[in-house]
């Protein structure tokens, strides 16, 4: 074990001896939702100087997806500290992990996840200055997100402990979100069957509550394989898998007309030859389809596999396609999203110090906007409403979660407001207390919304309720081919 992740042990050990102090004299019987809010909201204050500390120590590891072996280890060992019980490399994925702490009904789970972005190394400071050039980064924030949600399970999890509340609770060790949709595998290896809620958070530039959302998204490589030859001499001996790659492009652009207007599709030449003068044998297309409905995305996929197809008969050449990947959008539950907005409400935002609004303003200079947003968006909620499908966004692997449990999200301020996600920006403002203060507002919404659920029975079964009103008529199916497993060697390109 590092030296820092011994020390960050021997911190957990310390904030377990604060912890008896605070909650000790209290006495065990049931409390009003107010006051069992402050005293979790306590317990979250108490342990988040030792999570801050983390989540400084997995920006640095900066590891992409399915390769975050300090990350994982490190988060590991701190809840083992902490008194949960840890089971590690779940559903075939080497740092998937599932930490739970009581036993019986509700199981409340919590999601984290701690891998980086590729070419996004940067140091937490307010001009492109790359840690190591080309490395990966934090773009994404999920070294706060890790951390954040494990911040809030330690703290209900020490609730649970001197309130003698019943019930399961459980923080997900997701791995590779950015594209390698390790939160699919868990939902296939059965790891939710017996969840009843699930909570999550993302890191962003406001504090919202997030209620469905999302675009569902298919992506793959594209292979073809031609016959190499001459290009000057025997150009007719060869069959360009280049030429290939380029018409199955030229078709997607024609296709982009012929789609629901919210649909992305986005691809790379990720290999076109190795010099001019020979006819490629081997070209690849890396490609990305998004849209707001799952069964939409399916239909426009079938239309690429055929574009790619077409592509291959024009060409001689032949066709295959691997490194599936597929993220469902988000079903929202509004039952639950009622008790969030509360919550988050309630938390509130903060508001920068004269130091981070420096860093603020100076880090805003880079974002070439003509009107920047204000510095109070860290202080205020935004009002609660349904996403708009039509509204551009991201994709994320909470969806297939969303699909088979009751599922609520958070987003909070962690970046500098105007921020983007996927960006140096981001993550530097993921690497300093801007970041770290949005974590803590994050992890007290959390924790504050798994004690109702812990404690209130009848919210578990407004949210199940809910969960079968969105499903009905509704099929989940992943575009992830069922025999396919994790692709380990994915780094998030």
């Given at each position: 074990?590092r030296?820092?992740?011994?020390?960050a042990?021997?911190?957990?050990?310390?904030?377990?001896?604060?912890?008896?102090?605070?909650?000790?004299?209290?006495?065990?019987?049931?409390?009003?939702?107010d006051?069992?809010?402050?005293?979790v909201?306590?317990?979250?204050?108490?342990?988040?100087?030792?999570?801050?500390q983390?989540?400084?120590?997995?920006?640095?590891?900066?590891?992409?997806?399915?390769?975050?072996?300090?990350?994982?280890?490190?988060?590991?060992?701190?809840?083992?500290?902490?008194?949960?019980?840890?089971?590690?490399?779940?559903?075939?994925?080497?740092?998937?992990?599932?930490?739970?702490?009581?036993?019986?009904?509700?199981?409340?789970?919590?999601?984290?996840?701690?891998?980086?972005?590729?070419?996004?190394?940067?140091?937490?400071?307010?001009?492109?200055?790359?840690?190591?050039?080309?490395?990966?980064?934090?773009?994404?924030?999920?070294?706060?997100?890790g951390?954040?949600?494990?911040?809030?399970?330690?703290?209900v999890?020490?609730?649970?402990?001197a309130?003698?509340?019943?019930?399961?609770?459980?923080?997900?060790?997701?791995?590779?979100?950015?594209?390698?949709?390790?939160?699919?595998y868990?939902?296939?290896a059965?790891?939710?069957?017996?969840?009843?809620?699930?909570?999550?958070?993302?890191?962003?530039?406001?504090?919202?509550?997030?209620?469905?959302?999302?675009?569902?998204?298919?992506?793959?490589?594209?292979?073809?394989?031609?016959?190499?030859?001459?290009?000057?001499?025997?150009?007719?001996?060869?069959?360009?898998?280049?030429?290939?790659?380029?018409?199955?492009g030229?078709?997607?652009?024609?296709?982009?007309?012929?789609?629901p207007?919210?649909t992305?599709?986005?691809?790379?030449?990720?290999?076109g030859g190795?010099?001019?003068?020979?006819?490629?044998?081997?070209?690849q297309?890396?490609?990305?389809?998004?849209?707001p409905?799952?069964?939409?995305l399916?239909?426009?996929?079938?239309?690429?596999l055929?574009?790619?197809?077409?592509?291959?008969?024009?060409t001689?050449?032949?066709?295959?396609?691997t490194?599936i990947?597929?993220?469902?959008?988000?079903?929202g539950?509004?039952?639950?999203a009622?008790?969030?907005?509360?919550n988050?409400?309630?938390?509130?935002?903060?508001t920068?110090?004269?130091?981070?609004?420096?860093f603020?303003r100076?880090?805003?200079?880079?974002?070439?906007?003509?009107?920047?947003?204000s510095?109070?968006?860290?202080?205020?909620?935004?009002?609660f409403?349904?996403?708009?499908?039509?509204?551009?966004?991201?994709?994320?692997?909470?969806?297939?979660?969303s699909?088979?449990?009751?599922?609520?999200?958070?987003?909070?301020a962690?970046?500098?407001?105007?921020a983007?996600?996927?960006?140096?920006?981001?993550?530097a403002?993921?690497g300093?207390?801007i970041?770290?203060?949005?974590m803590?507002?994050?992890?007290?919404?959390?924790?504050?919304?798994?004690?109702d659920?812990?404690?209130?029975?009848?919210l578990?079964?407004?949210?199940?309720?809910d969960?079968?009103?969105?499903?009905?008529?509704?099929?989940?199916?992943?575009?992830?081919?069922?025999?396919?497993?994790?692709?380990?060697?994915?780094?998030?390109?």
């Open positions: 074990m030296e820092d992740s011994r020390s042990v021997c911190r957990c050990f310390a904030v377990g001896i604060l912890t008896l102090c605070l909650v000790g004299a209290l006495p065990v019987q049931a409390q009003t939702s006051a069992a809010h402050q005293q909201e306590k317990l979250v204050e108490a342990n988040s100087a030792n999570w801050k983390v989540s400084k120590e997995i920006w640095g590891f900066a590891e992409l997806g399915y390769h975050e072996n300090k990350s994982s280890a490190l988060l590991q060992a701190q809840l083992k500290a902490a008194g949960f019980s840890v089971e590690s490399g779940v559903a075939d994925e080497p740092t998937a992990f599932i930490a739970s702490y009581g036993e019986g009904k509700p199981v409340v789970a919590i999601l984290g996840e701690f891998d980086a972005l590729p070419g996004l190394s940067q140091q937490a400071v307010p001009e492109r200055a790359p840690v190591t050039v080309g490395a990966p980064g934090h773009g994404c924030g999920h070294n706060l997100l951390s954040g949600a494990a911040l809030a399970a330690v703290a999890k020490q609730y649970m402990e309130n003698h509340v019943k019930g399961t609770l459980r923080y997900y060790g997701t791995p590779a979100e950015e594209g390698g949709s390790g939160k699919v868990m939902v296939r059965g790891l939710f069957k017996d969840v009843d809620v699930v909570l999550h958070w993302h890191p962003g530039d406001r504090n919202a509550v997030i209620d469905g959302g999302a675009l569902a998204v298919t992506s793959a490589k594209f292979t073809f394989h031609g016959i190499a030859a001459h290009a000057a001499m025997a150009p007719d001996r060869g069959r360009s898998a280049l030429d290939a790659v380029m018409l199955m030229n078709g997607i652009e024609f296709m982009r007309e012929h789609v207007s919210a992305r599709m986005h691809y790379i030449i990720s290999k190795v010099a001019p003068n020979i006819v490629p044998d081997l070209a297309m890396d490609l990305m389809a998004r849209s409905s799952n069964a939409t399916q239909e426009i996929w079938e239309r690429i055929n574009i790619a197809k077409g592509a291959a008969l024009m001689g050449t032949t066709l295959e396609v490194d990947g597929s993220d469902a959008d988000i079903i539950n509004d039952a639950l009622q008790v969030a907005q509360k988050l409400e309630e938390v509130g935002g903060y920068m110090s004269a130091d981070e609004q420096k603020a100076d880090l805003q200079k880079t974002f070439g906007l003509d009107t920047l947003p510095l109070d968006q860290t202080k205020l909620v935004e009002p409403h349904k996403p708009d499908p039509n509204a551009p966004s991201a994709s994320t692997d909470v969806g297939d979660v699909w088979v449990v009751p599922t609520i999200g958070f987003t909070t962690t970046f500098v407001p105007g983007a996600a996927h960006t140096w920006q981001a993550a403002s993921a300093m207390a970041g770290q203060d949005g803590v507002v994050a992890s007290k919404a959390l924790a504050d919304t798994a004690v659920l812990l404690t209130k029975p009848e578990v079964a407004a949210a199940k309720a969960f079968e009103k969105e499903l009905a008529g509704k099929t989940y199916r992943s575009a992830i081919p069922e025999g396919q497993k994790p692709l380990i060697d994915y780094r998030g390109k």
